[in-house]
């Protein structure tokens, strides 16, 4: 039995009135080493306040249109994932770690707990089936999440008690999506031995170096067709957000806002039909087209020069037909030199330099807060937009830099040699072992990319920004946990920085 963590009603206006007309509903418990537990969650209700008590909840006038339920601060064995579905916490933080060490998705995770862990006790019988679903796994998730994010800001968790379960938690989901974005990951002020090191200047002073990397990497959620809309899309498979209904029925050719004819997707202009006929024949029959390869020289199997076809693409611009849905373009981290990941943001159109000044500005409003040293592949070409843009804010404090492996190709004109090479660093370099090396691991970003891109097949149909955005935050801090333990246990002593000290003691005369 479920019961409420209450017998009588913890209202102070009620003074301790006792609880009473129960009423019982079936269940099932999910648990990881006793398999399905048959089992009744108790509701209790207080005729004082009008509140009935659940067992993860509280509702008060639950018949009403905007009645709220309110999850209990303290911790609970079971989560709630459905209204007859229970997880165990040990289970949940199962299905969590497997997810964010090996990638594996929901669907995955319900065929091997069915196969392996779903044995139902045989005394106990149950009008419901001993299996759990790929949604039961990913609402326990969420739910799960979303209250250890209330424990952690010290918030109460409420949601919508008269809503289908697929849109409860949206407004939950967005609160806690808004306080984790820019400054909000717990680790932001993280420091440890492999991102915060020591050294005396030319004068003999002694100074602070912290070092982090920036990188973007192919991750991405459907969006709308039109150029850098932000608007959420309405469903996961709609092509324009509710603001740009009405481009539903102009021309599909990119830059093209004439309407479409009846019974086409392209307006009368000939070059635009041509394409979507070409498409027509391409698509009929459904039957796959095997893409044309190139001889050598240059010149195709259909005998056309690739010389030709470019001097026709100089003579006309070309005609692109948008048939797909959109993505975003990228996701784009902000990562210590040890590995610990600061922030992350969706780039909706492509990673440009301007993208990712607006990105550090939102991380660091202080730029006193922001590392000495940020770690870029392309830190010339973002150093010479600031400039242009007369942009002063990181100019004292912070120095950008390519990283070690991009410098080697491409980085070797005037200006990256003065600017933004390593070399140009000499507090970055360092002596061990007797030889000479780098002072950090400056392709950190490029190997949190392989872990952090390999979760594109599980998000990329999620509801779209609100799960997308809670799933990968959720899985960016499960790491950082987990690479805390290690930096712990190989004595790298990491430490959370007070911002006071950060604000008071930054190298102000770093230039």
């Known amino acids: 039995?479920?019961?409420?963590?209450?017998?009588?009603?913890?209202?102070?206006?009620?003074?301790?009135?006792?609880?009473?007309?129960?009423?019982?509903?079936?269940?099932?418990?999910?648990?990881?080493h006793r398999g399905v537990l048959p089992a009744y969650e108790v509701s209790l209700y207080c005729r004082g306040c009008w509140t009935r008590y659940h067992?993860?909840?509280?509702?008060?006038?639950?018949?009403?249109?905007?009645?709220?339920?309110?999850?209990?601060?303290?911790?609970?064995?079971?989560?709630?994932?459905h209204?007859?579905?229970?997880?165990?916490?040990?289970l949940c933080e199962f299905f969590e770690r497997t997810i964010s060490i090996s990638h594996t998705s929901t669907s995955d995770l319900a065929m091997i707990y069915n196969e392996k862990l779903a044995h139902l006790c045989e005394t106990m019988r149950s009008p419901l089936l001993p299996t759990i679903a790929q949604t039961t796994i990913l609402d326990g998730f969420f739910m799960h999440g979303l209250l250890r994010r209330a424990q952690r800001t010290n918030t109460e968790l409420f949601a919508l008690h008269n809503l289908p379960q697929e849109t409860r938690l949206n407004e939950a989901l967005e609160h806690y999506n808004q306080l984790m974005a820019g400054t909000g990951q717990p680790m932001y002020a993280h420091a440890c031995?492999?991102?915060?090191?020591?050294?005396?200047?030319?004068?003999?002073?002694?100074?602070?170096?912290?070092?982090?990397?920036?990188?973007?990497?192919?991750?991405?959620?459907?969006c709308c067709v039109k150029w850098n809309c932000q608007t959420p899309l309405k469903s996961t498979k709609d092509h324009f957000c509710p603001r740009h209904q009405q481009c539903a029925t102009e021309c599909r050719v990119l830059d093209c806002e004439q309407r479409a004819e009846q019974d086409f997707i392209t307006c009368s202009l000939p070059e635009h039909r041509q394409e979507e006929v070409k498409m027509r024949e391409r698509n009929k029959g459904n039957v796959p087209q095997t893409p044309r390869r190139k001889?050598?020289?240059?010149?195709?199997?259909?005998?056309?020069?690739v010389a030709d076809a470019s001097d026709q693409t100089r003579k006309q611009p070309q005609v692109k037909l948008q048939t797909r849905r959109n993505y975003t373009h990228n996701e784009q981290l902000l990562v210590m030199c040890c590995g610990i990941i600061i922030a992350r943001a969706t780039f909706y159109t492509s990673e440009a330099v301007s993208s990712v000044k607006q990105f550090l500005k939102k991380i660091y409003p202080d730029p006193r807060m922001a590392p000495t040293h940020i770690f870029y592949d392309n830190a010339c070409n973002l150093l010479k937009h600031l400039?242009?843009?007369?942009?002063?804010?990181?100019?004292?404090?912070?120095r950008f830099v390519v990283d070690v492996?991009?410098?080697r190709k491409g980085h070797d004109d005037e200006f990256c040699n003065e600017n933004t090479h390593p070399a140009a660093f000499p507090e970055l370099r360092t002596m061990k072992d007797g030889k000479e090396a780098w002072a950090f691991n400056s392709s950190v970003a490029e190997q949190t990319n392989v872990w952090f891109g390999a979760f594109q097949s599980i998000v990329h149909?999620?509801?779209?920004?609100?799960?997308?955005?809670?799933?990968?935050?959720?899985?960016?801090?499960?790491?950082?946990?987990?690479?805390?333990?290690?930096?712990?246990?190989?004595?790298?002593?990491?430490?959370?920085q007070s911002c006071a000290v950060l604000e008071q003691g930054s190298n102000e005369d770093l230039a």
């Open 1 to 32: 039995m479920l019961y409420p963590p209450y017998y009588c009603c913890p209202a102070a206006s009620c003074s301790g009135r006792k609880l009473d007309n129960p009423v019982r509903a079936a269940c099932r418990i999910y648990t990881l």
């Open 295 to 305: 001889k050598r020289g240059g010149r195709s199997l259909y005998g056309s020069s």
């Open 387 to 398: 400039r242009a843009q007369n942009d002063t804010t990181f100019d004292l404090l912070v």
């Open 461 to 496: 149909e999620m509801s779209v920004p609100r799960r997308y955005n809670f799933f990968l935050d959720e899985m960016i801090s499960l790491r950082n946990d987990r690479l805390l333990l290690n930096l712990a246990r190989n004595d790298k002593q990491p430490f959370i």
């Open 83 to 90: 209204e007859s579905s229970f997880l165990e916490v040990g």
């Open 193 to 222: 031995h492999d991102c915060l090191k020591f050294f005396q200047d030319e004068n003999g002073d002694l100074k602070y170096m912290r070092a982090a990397t920036t990188d973007g990497v192919t991750l991405g959620h459907p």
């Open 405 to 407: 492996f991009h410098a």
């Open 55 to 81: 067992y993860a909840y509280y509702v008060t006038r639950p018949s009403e249109r905007l009645a709220y339920r309110y999850y209990y601060k303290q911790e609970l064995p079971y989560i709630q994932a």
